[in-house]
């Protein structure tokens, strides 16, 4: 009879397995579009979604005045969603994109690495997407090759006729939202990335105007050929989707034409999502940087230890302890502080007086102490004297870190 019921046990756990629904993720980045414009026009299909799961502000920039504080500029934002970092560790401060530092994984070499039967796709007007910011075939950057792209468009003038007004570029995102609805539907890639680009030419030809207006709702329609194919996959093979849609910057207030400042406007971003599993977070203003923990947690991918605890993003999907970890530090005296998710368990705080993972190497950790995460602070004395420090505080749902770092020290383009 014991040996029964441990065979019965293990059949259920197997069918347990075979009937869990298989997730797959798509996040859409739809350039240049302040919140305010989004709250303000009518986009049923983000509506949709926002309705199964929740729309929030967000934000790009990193720390203002901080040592994180990044360009509100489009592959900046790009690479943060990517590597759930700021520009401080990714090294991307521009559209030039002159010199990752592909020592911080993407979610895609995370994904291919550690779950290589996953499959990978990318549909975008720029090839830099792909070539550059994930560096795909690159050694440095892992050698990934991701299993299908559609992109490099805007190098096609004869299929694509260069115009003054950038209506071309319509016609683009036309293609390349059609491309991935046709894509997902047929062949359900785990893990995609769509691109559309027409909404940032729109505004800085026009600023805050009816053009401007009408190509956001373009791109809401466009949105809709993967929202479509989504449903339909959900209905044919049970599997369960996470969708994203985000936005890389913002506007400046003066003319909704520029960007690339700290100003709110610039600043503050938005994320729609369909997810079910929103935590706190979700409500806190969440970053740029909170997208890619929270897919991998979606899609079950467990980053490496050293790639997770370099991410400055924050899961807002399922369990998590804490966010917004703030160092300061006065002469040998450091503060911590941060805000309380779930008050649980205790986190541990480590220290390293080296930024090896930077160049490829690891860092060497020492335990600093415990606090209560019910605390929401921690206080301690540094063990020895140094310009640099990194700060990591792992919790029972979630990992934070934070630099301590000497004014002139800070990263710069």
Known sequence: MPHLRRCLTLLLLLSATLTQAQRKAVFIILDGIPADVMEKLETPVLREIARQGGYSRAHVGGEKDGYSQSPTISAVGYNHLLTGTWTHKHNVWDNDIKA???SY??????????????????????????????????????????????????????RFPHTADRTFMFNIDEAVSTEAGRYILDKGPDLSW??????????????????????????DAQVGRVWKAIKAREAKFGEEWMIVITTDHGRNVQTGKDHGGQSDRERTTWITTNARELNAHFKETPAMVDIAPSLLRFLKVDAPEEALREMDGVPFVGGVSLSHLKATREGNEVALRWNILNPTGEATVYLSRTNAFSKGQSDRYEEIGKAKISAGKFTFTLPAESDFYKVLVVAPYNTMNAWLIRDDAKPKP
């Open 194 to 219: 769509v691109y559309l680009e027409f909404t940032d030419d729109m505004g800085h030809m026009h600023g805050d105007s009816p053009q401007f207006y009408d190509a956001v709702k373009k791109a």
């Open 105 to 158: 994984w993407n979610i895609f070499r995370i994904v291919e690495t550690v779950r290589p039967q996953l499959t990978t796709a990318v549909f975008s007007s720029w090839t830099d997407n792909r070539t550059k910011l994930v560096g795909e075939s690159l050694a440095e950057a892992g050698n990934i090759k991701l299993d299908y792209s559609y992109d490099g468009l805007e190098l096609d003038k004869t």
């Open 100 to 102: 990752p530092n592909y």
